[in-house]
């Protein structure tokens, strides 16, 4: 009877996953009880980081049977077949006002310039060896966009999908940490203090026009981004009709709310340690960091030269808010601008750029798709 | 197929330009609808009566200054009977007798509001 219950208990051990447990499962772990930290503890996105860290832990679970059907590999299909981003942008859409955009459209290049980071990135990937197109998913995350950072991920690399997400993800939320000290740099004092002109007012015809002709105009030029481009002024539109609040109410939040939980629980559900603890991981995380460096300091060296050619009316600031990261780099735009000259309201100018980066970010990422295709799958 | 070229430098230039080029076409588009609104073109004629109003004020001034002065004051008397500061009359109007019609209507309003209310 007792070797029966040694056998039993034997057996016991070797099915459970402490049998199985590697050290890159433990570090892997302890990441993502990081992670938890500094979402829980600090406040970094915790909507986002929070379910990407418990997926982490889920995914290095030894004998966790993913692999079978059931929620985790219906979870893990959104991700591989790129449900989810353009279900995020469709409450993105809903949530985002392009008025202060269709107000000043010019400001539309500073989220044109802004993208320069993106191929920054790119460049020193493919100097550090990844492949054209795994430098152009990489790169991507200088669009400071999660959604499309994770689409084009899936379409171009799927393998390195968790460290371009969670580098994403992380630096979007490191954004006011990231931002002032380059904006500084490449601004005087007295380019922060200008005060900018009070928009014009937006008519209902123009909102309601604007996603439907966007939409038109870019999906026939970029075709591969329809997807993304599409839900975003769908959203859009359900904001701005006027009569379609309760499908705008659905898409901000329940349906917004539950998507991003499966798409961040998804994105922790990529970071096994067999594909996270590799070197390609903290090139990755450091070209991240390139790309918002880079893209910020072109949006606002994009910002000084419109205010030169302005005539000094535009402060150059609102360019950083290019780096799409909605509305986090206008908040950071409105800070620094406040710091410098207390009475002046920066944030629905610097709106102007951060949706019109988010456009950007997609037009660059379906550019991208069109000129080096997907990988094969 | 394979990736059009593998030159990062040619991948930036390209995209560069087709993210700016695709972002002017916007700008444009975006100003063109400012100037196709057809509610902004319903808006001035709206904005037009304003101007046309305030010669109307004029109109009903004179109309007022060739009241018997002591008419006015009889009226503003009777007001401040009622317990309201003659200070507190905007202006007395003549009743037009020629829209009897909408005179009645208007006492029968006020008469129906009294006794709603």
Request: charged letters at 10%; proline letters at 6%.
């Given at each position: 009877m007792f070797e029966a219950f040694i056998v039993a208990i034997a057996s016991i051990w070797t099915d459970s996953g402490f049998a199985a447990l590697t050290s890159g499962h433990c570090i892997m772990i302890l990441v993502a009880l990081i992670l938890l930290y500094m979402a829980i503890g600090k406040g970094f996105e915790p909507l986002l980081l929070s379910p990407i860290a418990f997926g982490c832990i889920l995914a290095n679970i030894?004998?966790?049977?993913?692999?079978?059907?059931g929620v985790m590999s219906v979870i893990m299909y959104g991700i591989n077949h790129e449900v989810f981003p353009p279900l995020i942008f469709l409450g993105v859409g809903a949530m985002t006002d392009f008025g202060p955009l269709l107000a000043n459209p010019k400001t539309l290049l500073l989220g044109a310039a802004a993208q320069a980071g993106v191929f920054v990135a790119l460049l020193g990937a493919m100097m550090l060896g990844f492949t054209v197109q795994e430098a152009a998913a990489i790169g991507i995350i200088g669009g400071a966009d999660g959604p499309t950072s994770i689409y084009l991920a899936a379409k171009m690399a799927p393998q390195l999908l968790g460290a371009i997400a969670v580098a994403a993800y992380s630096y979007m939320s490191l954004v006011p940490l990231i931002q002032p000290p380059i904006m500084k740099l490449f601004t005087t004092e007295a380019d922060r203090k200008i005060v900018m002109k009070q928009l014009r007012p937006v008519s209902h015809f123009e909102k309601v026009a604007f996603p439907l002709m966007s939409t038109i105009v870019i999906s026939l030029l970029l075709p591969s981004v329809t997807a993304l481009i599409g839900m975003l002024m769908l959203g859009n539109l359900f904001r701005e009709a006027g009569c379609l609040d309760r499908l705008s109410d659905t898409a901000q939040n329940a349906l917004m709310n539950t998507v991003t939980i499966m798409l961040a629980t998804g994105t922790g559900l990529t970071m096994s340690a067999d594909r996270f603890l590799t070197y390609q991981t903290i090139l990755i995380v450091i070209l991240g960091l390139v790309a918002f460096i880079g893209g910020t300091a072109a949006g606002v060296i994009f910002g000084k030269l419109m205010c030169l050619v302005d005539g000094g009316?535009?402060?150059?600031?609102?360019?950083?808010?290019?780096?799409?990261?909605v509305p986090m780099a206008a908040r950071v735009s409105q800070v620094v601008g406040q710091k410098a000259?207390?009475?002046?309201?920066l944030l629905m100018h610097a709106m102007g750029p951060n949706v019109a980066g988010v456009i950007g970010t997609a037009v660059a990422a379906g550019t991208m798709l069109a000129m080096i295709g997907p990988v094969a799958k | 197929m394979g990736p059009v070229t593998e030159n990062p430098f040619l991948i930036a230039i390209i995209n560069m330009s087709i993210v700016f080029g695709v972002l002017i076409a916007l700008g444009v588009l975006m100003t063109l609808l400012q100037y196709v609104d057809p509610t902004k073109k319903k808006s001035k004629p709206v904005a037009a009566p304003a101007p046309a109003a305030a010669p109307a004020a004029p109109v009903a001034d004179p109309a007022a200054a060739q009241d018997n002065n002591e008419i006015i004051a009889v009226i503003a008397a009777a007001v401040a009977a009622c317990?309201?500061?003659?200070?507190?009359?905007a202006f007395v109007r003549r009743v037009d007798l020629k829209n009897s019609w909408t005179m009645n209507a208007r006492a029968e309003a006020i008469s129906v509001r009294k006794e709603c209310f």
């Amino acid at each position: 009877m007792f070797e029966a219950f040694i056998v039993a208990i034997a057996s016991i051990w070797t099915d459970s996953g402490f049998a199985a447990l590697t050290s890159g499962h433990c570090i892997m772990i302890l990441v993502a009880l990081i992670l938890l930290y500094m979402a829980i503890g600090k406040g970094f996105e915790p909507l986002l980081l929070s379910p990407i860290a418990f997926g982490c832990i889920l995914a290095n679970i030894p004998k966790n049977g993913f692999e079978a059907p059931g929620v985790m590999s219906v979870i893990m299909y959104g991700i591989n077949h790129e449900v989810f981003p353009p279900l995020i942008f469709l409450g993105v859409g809903a949530m985002t006002d392009f008025g202060p955009l269709l107000a000043n459209p010019k400001t539309l290049l500073l989220g044109a310039a802004a993208q320069a980071g993106v191929f920054v990135a790119l460049l020193g990937a493919m100097m550090l060896g990844f492949t054209v197109q795994e430098a152009a998913a990489i790169g991507i995350i200088g669009g400071a966009d999660g959604p499309t950072s994770i689409y084009l991920a899936a379409k171009m690399a799927p393998q390195l999908l968790g460290a371009i997400a969670v580098a994403a993800y992380s630096y979007m939320s490191l954004v006011p940490l990231i931002q002032p000290p380059i904006m500084k740099l490449f601004t005087t004092e007295a380019d922060r203090k200008i005060v900018m002109k009070q928009l014009r007012p937006v008519s209902h015809f123009e909102k309601v026009a604007f996603p439907l002709m966007s939409t038109i105009v870019i999906s026939l030029l970029l075709p591969s981004v329809t997807a993304l481009i599409g839900m975003l002024m769908l959203g859009n539109l359900f904001r701005e009709a006027g009569c379609l609040d309760r499908l705008s109410d659905t898409a901000q939040n329940a349906l917004m709310n539950t998507v991003t939980i499966m798409l961040a629980t998804g994105t922790g559900l990529t970071m096994s340690a067999d594909r996270f603890l590799t070197y390609q991981t903290i090139l990755i995380v450091i070209l991240g960091l390139v790309a918002f460096i880079g893209g910020t300091a072109a949006g606002v060296i994009f910002g000084k030269l419109m205010c030169l050619v302005d005539g000094g009316a535009t402060n150059p600031l609102i360019g950083s808010a290019g780096v799409s990261a909605v509305p986090m780099a206008a908040r950071v735009s409105q800070v620094v601008g406040q710091k410098a000259n207390p009475a002046n309201f920066l944030l629905m100018h610097a709106m102007g750029p951060n949706v019109a980066g988010v456009i950007g970010t997609a037009v660059a990422a379906g550019t991208m798709l069109a000129m080096i295709g997907p990988v094969a799958k | 197929m394979g990736p059009v070229t593998e030159n990062p430098f040619l991948i930036a230039i390209i995209n560069m330009s087709i993210v700016f080029g695709v972002l002017i076409a916007l700008g444009v588009l975006m100003t063109l609808l400012q100037y196709v609104d057809p509610t902004k073109k319903k808006s001035k004629p709206v904005a037009a009566p304003a101007p046309a109003a305030a010669p109307a004020a004029p109109v009903a001034d004179p109309a007022a200054a060739q009241d018997n002065n002591e008419i006015i004051a009889v009226i503003a008397a009777a007001v401040a009977a009622c317990g309201v500061s003659s200070e507190q009359i905007a202006f007395v109007r003549r009743v037009d007798l020629k829209n009897s019609w909408t005179m009645n209507a208007r006492a029968e309003a006020i008469s129906v509001r009294k006794e709603c209310f």
